[in-house]
């Protein structure tokens, strides 16, 4: 019985078949892009300018943030959802009475006004990223907060809606003052 010979497939164009499919699955494929923070960070300045006053200690509204994401707010433990509420109240005391348009209790134990009060925030290394962003909306959310009430009652719009020389007026008055310090480690794990 003779042997019967195999045809041989023809493999001169899988090369380009495997080409085609590399360029279906590169082009058909969706990738994930990563969306950054919107921040905008202050213009760099080649000669900083030496301050010289003095920044007193109750004008200095200090959160911190521990490795086990809880807050620390002068002193005392809080949740997320008031630390808006508490860094309102902080802004707007008017301790001096400076402020024409704050409408704090004017405690001497808290800030001289919203051009003086300064937020410090400080986190752990360990914090997480949704705890830390969170916490930043919160305080710029209070900012914000003040100055869409200072619009409303001003100029009867909110501050999105108001013109340059406007918003210029409300932001001086509640001029948003946030100082983020060097991750550290706090403890809490």
């Given amino acids: 019985m003779a042997k019967r010979s195999v045809p041989e ?6 090369a380009d078949i ?4 590399l360029i279906f699955f590169l082009v058909t494929t969706t990738m994930d892009v990563d969306k950054g923070l919107n921040r905008k960070l202050p ?3 080649d000669n900083p300018i030496k301050e010289t006053s003095t920044i007193k200690e109750k004008n200095v509204f200090v959160v911190l943030v521990n490795g086990q994401d809880q807050l620390l707010v002068e002193d005392e433990y809080m949740d997320v959802r008031d630390l ?4 309102k109240e902080f802004i707007d005391n008017n ?3 400076s402020c024409d ?6 405690n001497p134990e808290s800030s001289d006004n919203p051009a003086k009060a300064i937020i410090s925030l400080q986190n752990d290394r360990g914090t ?3 705890t830390y962003i969170k916490v930043q909306n919160e305080l710029v959310a209070a900012y914000n907060d003040l100055r869409d009430e200072l619009a409303q009652s001003q100029f009867g719009k909110p501050f999105d809606l108001l013109g340059e020389e406007a918003k210029k007026f409300v932001q001086d008055k509640y001029p948003q003052i946030i100082s983020e310090a060097e991750p550290v480690s706090l403890g809490g794990r």
């Fill in 84 to 87: 808006r509420q508490t860094a």
């Fill in 18 to 21: 495997a080409f085609l499919l």
């Fill in 9 to 14: 497939i023809n493999a001169g164009s899988m």
């Fill in 101 to 106: 348009v704050c409408k704090g209790s004017r």
């Fill in 128 to 130: 997480s990223y949704e």
């Fill in 95 to 97: 301790g001096d009475g």
């Fill in 43 to 45: 213009p760099w300045d």
